[in-house]
């Protein structure tokens, strides 16, 4: 990616022209300061002298190239955390899809061949619980006809 961005400086991002034009805003205070001034305070660098940009252009030339690549910088950055994220997900897919898939295949199907069929066997545990509850709805079934033995009887009776 980093070779690519070295062979040329081209962006179709809408953003990079709105970035620039936002940072070209600024071209006329910073040329006043530079013109009076000499030099220009900047947070973590300090005093930076800019006498030797007087004259002919330079310090216009000067602002017009930092910004040119302040705002192309931001698009590049961008485009380089996309590619980054994107190249992630397609190795780590490619990986899965080819390495680990026989893996997953070789520990199912195990050297016997029964480690799938000792995945699907039932637990102790929910044997026990499928067990009280097949007893639980016959003895319902049983509970029901009785009830509507008796409620036959009732209805009998009453004729």
Known sequence: MVEMEKLTDYTCNPEYMASYNKLVSRQDDFIKTVTICGY????????????HLRGKGGVVDAFDVKMRMT?????????????MA????????N???????TDIVNELVG???????????????VAEKRKKLEKSI??????K???????DRVVDNFD
Request: proline share 3%; aromatic share 6%; no cysteine.
């Open 71 to 83: 705002a192309y910088w931001d698009i590049v950055l961008r485009r380089m955390v996309d590619n």
């Open 86 to 93: 994107l190249h992630l997900t397609f190795s780590i897919q």
């Open 138 to 143: 016959k003895l319902l079934k049983e509970s």
């Open 111 to 125: 050297p016997q061949g029964n480690s799938l069929e000792r995945m699907l066997e039932e637990s102790p545990s």
């Open 95 to 101: 990986l899965v899809k080819k390495e680990m898939q």
């Open 145 to 151: 006809n009785v009830v509507a033995n008796i409620m």
């Open 40 to 51: 220009i305070q900047i947070d973590g660098f300090g005093s930076i002298n800019l006498a």
